[in-house]
């Protein structure tokens, strides 16, 4: 005769929860079906958990591998991907499948946050460089109140009485401070590569939404000097290295890493006047 294990046909991954609490109870006390059930639930849970972040952990890697390429953070690389990796385990212990949304997008958006919290931890410029950087925000959010266009470079460092290559190197110093509005407006938002690829998305709010950051993002490009328009174009749309843009536009590596600096710095402004914007109205 089967025993009630047996019809059940509890699989083998739960079945040394329901084990162990089966011997909790004499032979003529049976184990109550709703808590065999939730250990077993448990059990399944953990599983699936546990798949996730095997599947998803090249993921980490290859944000990490995006950051390192130009942050060039004072940090070991192993923190960041320990970071980034406690923040996929927490991605997958929290994802919630019925809520529509895809698991790549929502790991992606809580291993990025976790990577950006541990650079946020370590100062990137001293405060006399910080204070500076802001003043260039100051003067570029005003220009583009005035003039609905952004200053040049050119322009900016002249308000500054800098050098345009020192002009440069500041960006490159403190680009960690806008990293984050580059790569999403905010957690719920999706990166720069991902609103250059443009793809279509079935609810209709989130479209329109989608298609005005887009439209804003296309704009702010549009406005970038040649050379810096295409290097966002290829870093983040046609995701190559930056050694590989230096090849094609045929100059340094490290000019490259110097223009996507002054690029990010601009399109993070045009974005917080776009928001500044919205909010008003």
């Known amino acids: 005769m089967e025993t009630q294990a047996e019809e059940q046909k509890i699989p083998a991954e739960g079945a040394s929860e329901v084990s162990r609490m089966a011997a909790q109870f004499t032979a003529d006390q049976p184990v109550p079906a709703g808590q065999a059930l939730r250990a077993y639930g448990s059990q399944v849970r953990e599983t699936q958990e546990e798949r996730l972040i095997v599947q998803y952990l090249p993921l980490v890697h290859r944000i990490v591998s995006q950051i390192m390429t130009y942050l060039h953070p004072p940090l070991d690389r192993d923190d960041l991907v320990s970071a980034g990796t406690i923040g996929l385990v927490k991605a997958a212990r929290d994802f919630d499948p019925t809520k529509d949304a895809e698991f790549k997008t929502y790991a992606y958006i809580r291993v990025r946050g976790a990577v950006i919290d541990e650079l946020r931890q370590w100062s990137f410029a001293p405060p006399a460089l910080i204070r500076q950087y802001e003043q260039a925000q100051e003067i570029s959010a005003r220009a583009l109140e005035e003039t609905g266009l952004p200053p ?124 500044a914007e919205g909010v008003k109205r």
């Open 152 to 275: 040049t470079d050119e322009e900016l460092a002249e308000r500054l009485e800098i050098p345009v290559e020192k002009l440069y190197q500041m960006f490159e110093t403190v680009r960690a401070r806008h990293f984050r509005s580059i790569h999403g407006i905010d957690d719920e938002s999706p990166s720069l590569g991902d609103c250059l690829a443009a793809e279509g998305t079935d609810d209709p709010s989130s479209r329109m939404e989608r298609e005005e950051l887009v439209g804003q993002l296309a704009a702010a490009i549009q406005n970038l000097p040649k050379k810096q328009s295409r290097i966002i174009v290829l870093y983040y749309h046609k995701e190559l290295t930056m050694k590989q843009i230096a090849e094609v536009l045929e100059i340094t590596e490290s000019r490259v890493s110097q223009l996507h600096a002054a690029a990010l710095f601009s399109l993070s402004t045009a974005l917080r006047h776009w928001q």
